[in-house]
């Protein structure tokens, strides 16, 4: 960041470039291709790329870095975007800040009031402090400009969860490992800073990639209407969701396929200019393009249900670990075969119980807990008690159309099992405890 105090600040946004180096149709490219994505999962994950390239090009501090930066120009008073540039180059990393390690001090109290001091502060925060406090006031305008073309404001109803497995030495874990499962508040002021900046970029870059006529890869959703999903298309469409013209995926090329391919385009864009489109990899209606963007639908979607069948069997065997027989949770659906599914307060897990009828969304309840079967990953609770006074909504559970709908798509048990019964004729069955959640 440069020019604070001055009334014009120019603020750079640096992204990992791979594409300056990974040439299209060569064997890194192809090995990207075929695996389309990064795969995570608790206490470990599987790269897109091979983890000795992830090195090279990741923005580890300390070294000079190859970087696709987009640099935006700001009104420092209205925060308004009055410009913006794009340029291949190496930018030197001075340090890396990082969420985990630093949420509990970048508070928006910190933040805001230059007297409040946190024992064991790192240096090298403290250096930025006033830089961070600019970013988080941009980020908040931002947000808030974004609200207004969505219509409504993002609500970061539900934490995020961390898992980590104790005993797994970030090998491959075996599941006897001991699991701790920690939240991290959505919307916290560092998360809300590296969000909007990634959304600048991402519209950015989709929408010039447009204006030279150069096709992209781009996410859009028609509008927030209930069933109006978001689709992958070449197409720089609105984004209702995240209430922007545009939007490219370009902002993590080193886990994300689509990202590698739009970095490409953009790269192509930077060097040519009003001439890119002749020039960049993937040209008007290529069917590489489509075949690209159906291959990655199908693979992302896999793998967001493999990292969900994970994170469910991880928080089962929490469960088991700690002894827990009861939970507090909050009713959002109804489930299969009279029950309902319940979302927990405090761990990411949905399942079905029983003696939540006629009780509307958003009841908060005490559950008990039935048996655990890791195999199906299926688990029922029964009613104890409603805790919230039906006569008072304010102290209902959170619910959001949106979530719930990811929710009810995520592995909500028990999972459906494919049995070999007879080598002969290879014939498979398939063994359910009951019916999936719909």
């Not at 120009?73 to 969420?99: D, F, Q, S, W, Y």
């Not at 070449?234 to 990202?259: C, E, M, N, Q």
């Not at 960049?280 to 493999?306: H, R, T, V």
Request: negative net charge; contains cysteine; charged residues 25%.
């Amino acid at each position: 960041m440069q020019g604070l105090g001055t009334g014009t600040v120019v603020l750079g946004i640096h992204i990992a470039a791979p594409g300056l180096a990974i040439v299209p149709g060569t064997p890194l490219d192809q090995l990207g291709r075929s695996r389309l994505s990064t795969v995570y999962m608790p206490g470990y994950k599987i790269t897109m790329l091979p983890d000795e390239v992830v090195q090279i090009y990741t923005l580890d501090e300390g070294r000079a870095n190859p970087a696709v930066s987009l640099y935006v120009t700001v009104n420092e008073a209205t925060l308004e975007i009055t410009g913006t540039e794009t340029k291949l180059e190496r930018v030197p990393v001075v340090a890396n800040l990082r969420h985990d390690q630093l949420d509990h001090i970048v508070t928006e109290a910190w933040l805001t009031d230059a007297s409040i001091e946190i024992e064991n502060t790192p240096q090298p925060l403290l250096d930025v402090r006033d830089q961070l406090s600019f970013l988080h006031r941009l980020a908040k305008s931002l947000k808030a400009q974004r609200e207004v073309v969505r219509g409504k404001p993002e609500n970061f109803n539900r934490p995020d969860y961390n898992f980590r497995l104790v005993g797994n030495d970030k090998a491959e874990p075996n599941g006897s490992e001991t699991v701790q499962i920690t939240t991290r508040q959505r919307g916290a002021p560092l998360d809300l800073i590296v969000a909007e900046a990634a959304i600048v970029a991402n519209s950015t870059w989709g929408s010039w990639m447009a204006e030279l006529g150069v096709p992209g890869i781009y996410r859009s959703q028609a509008s927030m209407a209930p069933g109006v999903k978001v689709r992958m298309g070449t197409k720089a469409l609105p984004h209702a969701g995240i209430g922007v013209k545009s939007y490219s995926w370009a902002t993590s090329p080193l886990r994300r396929y689509v990202d590698l391919v739009n970095q490409w385009q953009i790269i192509a864009c930077v060097r040519n200019g009003k001439t890119a489109a002749l020039a960049a990899p993937f040209k008007p209606k290529d069917a590489e393009l489509f075949s690209i963007i159906s291959s990655f639908d199908a693979a992302y979607s896999a793998y967001n249900g493999y990292q969900a069948g994970m994170e469910r069997f991880w928080t089962l065997k929490y469960l088991e670990q700690n002894g827990i027989t009861e939970l507090n949770a909050t009713v959002f659906k109804e489930g299969p075969g009279g029950s309902f599914l319940v979302r927990a307060d405090e761990l990411p897990l949905v399942f079905p119980v029983l003696g939540a009828q006629n009780l509307p969304r958003g009841a908060r309840l005490k559950v008990r807990l039935g048996e655990v079967d890791e195999i199906t990953l299926d688990i029922h609770g029964t009613v104890i008690e409603r805790l919230d006074d039906p006569d008072d909504t304010s102290d209902d559970g959170p619910v959001d159309d949106a979530e719930d709908a990811d929710d009810d798509a995520a592995v909500a048990g028990p999972i459906a099992i494919a049995v070999d019964v007879n080598e002969a004729d290879a014939e498979a069955t398939t063994a359910r405890a009951d019916p999936p959640a719909p």
